[in-house]
């Protein structure tokens, strides 16, 4: 789980205000988060397939967002990836 300041803190450093948590920078941060968290338990829980399941779940949406980030705007999609250290 995500605590709340650690969610506060992706929102201030990714949206474009204090309460701006429906930019898909936001969600692509809060997902990133919690695909890095779900992955660690999925390290020490290898049988745990519901996890498992709800991490694929959570990379597709990412990837979905990224997607419409790259057809609106490419800039936009540059800086999240580069902050994020999604690719290479």
Same mark, same amino acid.
């Given at each position: 789980m995500?605590? =709340?300041e650690e969610k506060q803190g992706l929102? @201030?450093? &990714?949206?474009?205000?204090?309460?701006?948590t429906g930019t898909a *920078?936001?969600?692509i941060a809060i &997902?990133?988060? #919690? +695909?890095? *968290?779900? @992955?660690?338990?999925l390290q020490k829980h290898p049988k745990d397939h519901s996890t498992r399941r709800g991490l694929i779940k959570l990379v597709g949406k990412r990837r979905r967002l990224l997607n419409y980030l790259i057809e =609106?705007? +490419? *800039? #936009?999609? #540059? =800086?999240? +990836?580069? *902050?994020?250290? +999604? #690719? =290479?």
């Amino acid at each position: 789980m995500i605590s =709340k300041e650690e969610k506060q803190g992706l929102i @201030t450093q &990714f949206g474009k205000g204090a309460s701006d948590t429906g930019t898909a *920078e936001v969600q692509i941060a809060i &997902f990133s988060k #919690r +695909i890095s *968290e779900l @992955t660690g338990h999925l390290q020490k829980h290898p049988k745990d397939h519901s996890t498992r399941r709800g991490l694929i779940k959570l990379v597709g949406k990412r990837r979905r967002l990224l997607n419409y980030l790259i057809e =609106k705007d +490419i *800039e #936009r999609y #540059r =800086k999240v +990836i580069s *902050e994020l250290g +999604i #690719r =290479k």
